[in-house]
């Protein structure tokens, strides 16, 4: 089957614009995981969605991030007003449920802010 | 919080050698998972090998085997007769499994790049 899809793998911002990152999962994936990883490190934990419910967003660096999951499939994670700093690669991962010790994860968008 | 260290940005390694790459991680709890996770250039992180921390027995799979040592919390990944689509960025992960806390998110360390030289 289909694995994690991510939409776009790049972009492009200008300092000040607000993006949005698309997150296909896996069917039937009940748990949804963003990460940020910046060049040279390693991925960290952004949001967790189990179905639509965000049970936590307590890696969200501003408020100016936000991510929903209305349907409990497809997930956006958009960023406001772009800054420099936001430049990363924005990985997505589903899981079957939250015990699932297995993530899997998406090609990932690589987020470039001029 | 947990935290994982990998001491080895860069690694080389002869086409079929043996290569160890080293994980350290700090955490007060008792029950978790870790991993070896590879991402290749295409940056699809894949899961490569998993260990559970209440086994003693070591992980293996094919030619990635682990040698855990939970005392000294240390979880090192070795890639036996090493291929050239072994070369990858690898990342090692923990994942708590204690209920109550945030126990499904990953932590990971910053990771060791593996070059394969023919």
């Known amino acids: 089957g289909a694995g994690v899809s991510q939409s776009p793998r790049y972009k492009v911002a200008k300092r000040g614009q607000d993006v949005a990152l698309r997150c296909d999962p896996i069917s039937g994936h009940v748990s949804l995981f963003w990460y940020q990883q910046a060049l040279g490190q390693g991925p960290e934990f952004l949001t967790y969605f189990q179905n639509e419910a965000q049970l936590d967003k307590s890696g969200l660096p501003s408020d100016r991030f936000f991510a929903e999951r209305p349907e409990g499939s497809v997930s956006t994670l958009k960023i406001q007003r772009t800054q420099q700093e936001d430049s990363a690669v924005y990985l997505c991962?589903?899981?079957?449920?939250?015990?699932?010790?297995?993530?899997?994860f998406g090609p990932g968008t690589r987020l470039t802010v001029t | 919080a947990q935290t994982v260290t990998q001491s080895q940005p860069e690694m080389s390694v002869q086409e079929a050698e043996t290569v160890t790459l080293s994980c350290t991680y700090d955490t007060s709890e008792s029950d978790y998972y870790l991993f070896w996770y590879k991402q290749p250039p295409s940056r699809q992180m894949i899961l490569v090998i998993r260990?559970?921390?209440?086994?003693?027995q070591n992980a293996t799979e094919n030619r990635f085997s682990v040698n855990f040592q939970k005392a000294a919390k240390s979880f090192s990944l070795k890639i036996s007769d090493s291929q050239l689509g072994d070369a990858a960025m690898y990342f090692c992960a923990y994942r708590s499994l204690n209920s109550g806390g945030s126990n499904y998110k990953l932590t990971f360390g910053k990771g060791t790049l593996l070059t394969v030289n023919p």
């Open positions: 991962a589903s899981s079957l449920d939250g015990r699932s010790y297995e993530q899997y």
């Open positions: 260990q559970e921390a209440y086994k003693q």
